[in-house]
T-cell receptor, first 113, second 116 residues
Framework: AQSVTQLDSHVSVSEGTPVLLRCNYSSSYSPSLFWYVQHPNKGLQLLLKYTSAATLVKGINGFEAEFKKSETSFHLTKPSAHMSDAAEYFCVVSKAAGNKLTFGGGTRVLVKP | EPEVTQTPSHQVTQMGQEVILRCVPISNHLYFYWYRQILGQKVEFLVSFYNNEISEKSEIFDDQFSVERPDGSNFTLKIRSTKLEDSAMYFC??????????????FGPGTRLTVL
């Protein structure tokens, strides 16, 4: 079985300040981990993925995430928030190719000018 | 850049009616999926489809649901007799069969289903 917990349902940051979105996972095997973003009235867009290569993963739009097996965490960060980063972010786990994705509850990010 | 498309963007139906949600996956992809997101809840897996058959389904995917790939491009989700609780955003996704055991699922923009 697999599960994902996003520790914050809402995060508010000021433009230009760092963003940290926290995610913990539970899995009985070596998982693939993803972060997806959903802008208002849009579909889910892949930000980045971890697939057992480098533990620090770089994604689009300046986001990166670090896989820490000992902490079962996959936190998402960005050094400097932009207004366009306002969206909902989902941490997701998968067992392997062709397998279902299990989503966290999502973190809604608000960026203040 | 190739993308997954879904039609319609919004569907309103009466309880008990049948609905068909349509998806066009990315053309060289081999795995297809349906997920749904009830308002205020998590995105939930419904079903995965590979090689013209269901490869995995969740407990949500009961006899009221069916999937089909009627031709070489479309992938459909049918709900035979809709209930109020079927109201949700339905997302289609597709992925390539990648070697090494990893895949990326690409999502469509979703169909918002409202059952009255």
């Amino acid at each position: 079985a697999q599960s994902v917990t996003q520790l914050d349902s809402h995060v508010s940051v000021s433009e230009g300040t760092p963003v940290l979105l926290r995610c913990n996972y539970s899995s009985s095997y070596s998982p693939s981990l993803f972060w997806y973003v959903q802008h208002p009235n849009k579909g889910l867009q892949l930000l980045l993925k971890y697939t057992s290569a480098a533990t620090l993963v770089k994604g689009i739009n300046g986001f990166e995430a670090e896989f820490k097996k000992s902490e079962t965490s996959f936190h998402l960060t960005k050094p400097s928030a932009h207004m366009s980063d306002a969206a909902e972010y989902f941490c997701v786990v998968s067992k392997a190719a062709g397998n279902k994705l299990t989503f966290g509850g999502g973190t809604r990010v608000l960026v203040k000018p | 850049e190739p993308e997954v498309t879904q039609t319609p963007s919004h569907q309103v139906t009466q309880m008990g009616q049948e609905v068909i949600l349509r998806c066009v996956p990315i053309s060289n992809h081999l795995y297809f999926y349906w997920y749904r997101q009830i308002l205020g809840q998590k995105v939930e897996f419904l079903v995965s489809f590979y090689n013209n058959e269901i490869s995995e389904k969740s407990e949500i995917f009961d006899d009221q649901f069916s999937v089909e790939r009627p031709d070489g491009s479309n992938f459909t989700l049918k709900i035979r007799s809709t209930k109020l609780e079927d109201s949700a955003m339905y997302f289609c996704a597709s992925s390539e069969l990648a070697s090494g055991g990893t895949d990326t699922q690409y999502f469509g923009p979703g169909t918002r289903l409202t059952v009255l």
